[in-house]
């Protein structure tokens, strides 16, 4: 039961960043940077830029995964370029949001990074 509290929390904080960050996103670097961590994480891809005026999204997304290597250099992984367009870009980043455990884990370390920067941020 608490789980599911402490999950449903972390997911309703990452809305609310997500939200908060989409008002302007070129004015800040860090919120730049979350939508480009969102992005890789769920599609799993690379190089990932946003034109914000464009309403465009540029990546490379990871073919296979099987392919990777952690223990050796990877000079190539087999990718597929894509440039998606949004509307809405809060709308298409909550829609990029995964619930399973993982991911959860994952959504909760950026918002406790994402936390302490900005108590760093107001002191100064």
Do not use: W
């Amino acid at each position: 039961m608490e789980k599911s509290k402490l999950r449903e929390r972390v997911l309703f904080e990452l809305e609310k960043l997500i939200s908060q960050s989409c008002k302007n996103p070129a004015a800040s670097k860090k919120y730049q940077q979350l939508h480009i961590v969102l992005l890789k994480k769920y599609y799993n891809a690379t190089n990932v830029t946003i034109d914000y005026h464009r309403h465009r999204i540029q990546m490379e997304v990871i073919q296979d995964d099987s392919v990777y290597d952690p223990k050796q250099v990877n000079t190539y992984l087999p990718t597929i370029y894509t440039n998606l367009l949004f509307k809405n870009l809060r709308n298409f980043l909550t829609t990029c949001i995964d619930q399973d455990n993982k991911s959860v884990g994952f959504y909760s370390q950026l918002l406790k990074m994402f936390s302490t920067k900005q108590k760093g941020m107001e002191l100064v």
